[in-house]
């Protein structure tokens, strides 16, 4: 016998039941489950990829000077105050070892990232799930929910899952209102796909209590390699930086990932490749009697007459090859949430989703 107990709060996570990308005995299967990129990673990524692979021997730079300076000087941002991550994934693991502990609480929406209620769990944190308004971010009943216990309330913009997005004015109204105590983050892993969007940086440059977190998994095709960074005040990345060890992003990752956002050119083929395929979409599947909120993001919600409903699609879709996403974990069970693929996949999506209804 065994007295080796985990951390309470552990035990609480769910495991992570996505991702997969076969469905056995069906062939040219497409999956749309992960709101990755259909057209992946620029070409000057890979080359900037293979090269790395010469060095594979060497450790990584350890303070990331190179993609911090890209990142800094296409979004016009302080790199002092840019750290990079293992995806943003870790960057939010890092908010969350750095300032959220037992007995405090992390908020975040009823339809939020999965992500904020793991790390606040895994560091003992108490998560604390806020009700939205129609699938959008309510910004009063996040300041209803604050207590002194409240460290850090995570909203990402737009939302995954539900694909909606909140205005400057009420981030601004939201970081306004909190007490002094508590850091708001701003997750823009889906900013990149919302024409003129800066993701929340002015308001990070007008504050001192917001963070911003970043991805190269979506608009830059990078979701295997793993790179997120994030952006705030000094005094708040100054705190990260002690978390972070010295090698968390790898060589190759940094290198594609620095090509990556410099290829502006490619960047802006893939979000108007999406803004396309997703109105067709959307419209598609409306015409098959499945509605969907206007999704700024990379997917779309779709809405279904109950969950029966939804899970018998999804079985449907799976056995046609097309892989998509149960949402029901995120308190949407009668919704799909189906990444908006090339123009090939939307049709093969829109065609059974119409043989199924
Ligand atoms: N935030 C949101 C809202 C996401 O949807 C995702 C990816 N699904 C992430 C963060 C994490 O992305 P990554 O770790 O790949 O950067």
């Given at each position: 016998m065994s007295n080796i107990t985990p951390q309470p709060g552990i035990l609480d996570i769910t495991l992570y039941q996505g991702g997969a990308a076969h469905v056995p005995g069906v062939a040219n299967v497409v999956k749309l489950s992960s709101n990755e990129n259909p057209f992946g990673p620029s070409e000057a990524a890979k080359e900037a990829f293979r090269k790395a692979s010469y060095h594979l021997h060497r450790y990584p730079s350890s303070d990331h000077a190179a993609l911090r300076g890209a990142i800094a000087e296409v979004h016009g941002l302080d790199p002092e105050r840019i750290l990079c991550g293992n995806g943003s994934d870790e960057i939010i693991a890092f908010l969350c070892q750095a300032y959220a502990g037992p007995g405090d609480e992390v908020i975040?929406?009823?339809h939020g990232f999965g992500m904020y209620r793991i790390s606040a769990l895994a560091n003992?944190?108490?998560p604390v799930e806020v009700p939205e308004r129609e699938r959008v971010t309510d910004v009063d009943a996040i300041l209803?929910?604050?207590t002194p216990a409240t460290k850090l309330v995570f909203i990402a913009n737009p939302n995954n899952p539900t694909g909606t997005m909140v205005?400057?004015?009420e981030i601004a109204r939201l970081a306004d209102g909190l007490p002094d105590h508590v850091l708001l983050v701003l997750d823009g892993a889906y900013a990149e796909y919302v024409e003129g969007y800066d993701g929340g940086a002015a308001l990070v440059e007008q504050r001192a209590n917001i963070v911003m977190t970043r991805t190269f998994s979506k608009l830059y095709g990078l979701g295997?390699?793993?790179v997120g960074w994030g952006y705030g005040p000094a005094h708040v990345m100054n705190v990260l930086a002690r978390v972070r060890g010295p090698f968390n992003v790898s060589s190759a990752a940094l290198a594609a990932a620095e090509a990556a956002i410099r290829d502006t050119e490619w960047a802006e083929k893939c979000r108007e490749g999406n803004t396309r395929w997703r109105a067709w979409l959307a419209e598609a599947l409306g015409e098959h009697?499945?509605?969907?909120d206007t999704s700024l993001a990379n997917f779309i919600?779709?809405?279904f007459a109950d969950q029966a409903e939804a899970e018998a699609c999804d079985d449907y879709l799976k056995s046609e090859g097309l892989i998509v996403r149960r949402v029901g974990g995120y308190n949407l069970p009668n919704c799909l949430r189906?990444?908006?693929g090339d123009e090939a996949s939307c049709r093969r999506v829109a065609h059974a989703v119409g043989q199924f209804m």
């Amino acid at each position: 016998m065994s007295n080796i107990t985990p951390q309470p709060g552990i035990l609480d996570i769910t495991l992570y039941q996505g991702g997969a990308a076969h469905v056995p005995g069906v062939a040219n299967v497409v999956k749309l489950s992960s709101n990755e990129n259909p057209f992946g990673p620029s070409e000057a990524a890979k080359e900037a990829f293979r090269k790395a692979s010469y060095h594979l021997h060497r450790y990584p730079s350890s303070d990331h000077a190179a993609l911090r300076g890209a990142i800094a000087e296409v979004h016009g941002l302080d790199p002092e105050r840019i750290l990079c991550g293992n995806g943003s994934d870790e960057i939010i693991a890092f908010l969350c070892q750095a300032y959220a502990g037992p007995g405090d609480e992390v908020i975040h929406t009823e339809h939020g990232f999965g992500m904020y209620r793991i790390s606040a769990l895994a560091n003992g944190a108490t998560p604390v799930e806020v009700p939205e308004r129609e699938r959008v971010t309510d910004v009063d009943a996040i300041l209803a929910a604050v207590t002194p216990a409240t460290k850090l309330v995570f909203i990402a913009n737009p939302n995954n899952p539900t694909g909606t997005m909140v205005g400057e004015g009420e981030i601004a109204r939201l970081a306004d209102g909190l007490p002094d105590h508590v850091l708001l983050v701003l997750d823009g892993a889906y900013a990149e796909y919302v024409e003129g969007y800066d993701g929340g940086a002015a308001l990070v440059e007008q504050r001192a209590n917001i963070v911003m977190t970043r991805t190269f998994s979506k608009l830059y095709g990078l979701g295997g390699l793993r790179v997120g960074w994030g952006y705030g005040p000094a005094h708040v990345m100054n705190v990260l930086a002690r978390v972070r060890g010295p090698f968390n992003v790898s060589s190759a990752a940094l290198a594609a990932a620095e090509a990556a956002i410099r290829d502006t050119e490619w960047a802006e083929k893939c979000r108007e490749g999406n803004t396309r395929w997703r109105a067709w979409l959307a419209e598609a599947l409306g015409e098959h009697g499945v509605s969907s909120d206007t999704s700024l993001a990379n997917f779309i919600l779709a809405r279904f007459a109950d969950q029966a409903e939804a899970e018998a699609c999804d079985d449907y879709l799976k056995s046609e090859g097309l892989i998509v996403r149960r949402v029901g974990g995120y308190n949407l069970p009668n919704c799909l949430r189906i990444t908006v693929g090339d123009e090939a996949s939307c049709r093969r999506v829109a065609h059974a989703v119409g043989q199924f209804m």
